[in-house]
């Protein structure tokens, strides 16, 4: 048995990595509810302990737009064409949670929800 088995198998059986997944889904369901502060006016679909969020974008607003203004702004986001399997895919974002620190991560979400009021087709 390999030092790394050995490890993994203790880890299991003393409940590290338990603790873990635990602080782990903590920490997800933290920023998805910041995620919701932050964009309370806006719909974020997400489930509470993931660490990304979809953010289907008011009538009119083009996800490729947005994601370039804000690419602009050094944010990244992904639109939904990527993880689309419809003859039309939806307009909107999908956000990652867990890439930053909380204060970054809702300065960032103030700036994605200010580029999406501000766009003019929305």
Known sequence: MSCIQSAGGSWIEDGTVARLEDGK?????????????ELADLRVIGHPSSY?????????????R???????????????EPFSTAPQTPQAIRVALGSTDLVTLATTLRTLRRVVHDDPYA
């Open 66 to 80: 947005i994601a370039g203004t804000l690419s602009r702004q050094q944010i990244a986001v992904a639109t939904a």
């Open 52 to 64: 990304f969020a979809w953010l289907p974008l008011p009538e009119g607003a083009r996800a490729d």
């Open 25 to 37: 889904r903590d920490d997800a369901r933290a920023r998805q509810a910041l995620a919701r502060r």
